[in-house]
Nanobody, 116 residues
Framework: QVQLVESGGGLVQAGGSLMLSCAVS????????MGWYRQAPGKQRELVASITSGGNTNYADSVKGRFTISRDNAKNTVYLQMNSLKPEDIAVYYC??????????WGQGTQVTVSS
């Protein structure tokens, strides 16, 4: 059974930092791209950052220079270090992994709240 277990969300003051983690288990095929998405109330889910198996990264313009995505392939875990958080970063953050057989898996989401 595939499981994506996210952790690290919470409440932080503006300018603060949080690190999200997503540990993946139960996938027998190779994991290709891992990423973080977010969905704010009343808005569509959007890509925050992604990282390929080779380490190539992609960021939304709104988080460039503030967020850093990384992965530990040995642990099948992806991280999102979020610095200089702003109220506009408030959202539920979801982990997504894409497997080489073309299947995508999503985590359950973790809430990030930034107080101004």
């Amino acid at each position: 059974q595939v499981q994506l277990v996210e952790s690290g969300g919470g409440l932080v003051q503006a300018g603060g930092s949080l690190m999200l983690s997503c540990a993946v288990s139960g996938i027998s095929f190779g994991i290709n791209t891992m990423g973080w998405y977010r969905q704010a109330p009343g808005k569509q889910r959007e890509l925050v950052a992604s990282i390929t198996s080779g380490g190539n990264t992609n960021y939304a313009d709104s988080v460039k220079g503030r967020f850093t995505i990384s992965r530990d392939n040995a642990k099948n875990t992806v991280y999102l270090q979020m610095n200089s958080l702003k109220p506009e970063d408030i959202a539920v953050y979801y982990c997504k992994v894409s497997v080489i057989n073309g299947v995508n898996y999503w985590g359950q989401g973790t809430q990030v709240t930034v107080s101004s």
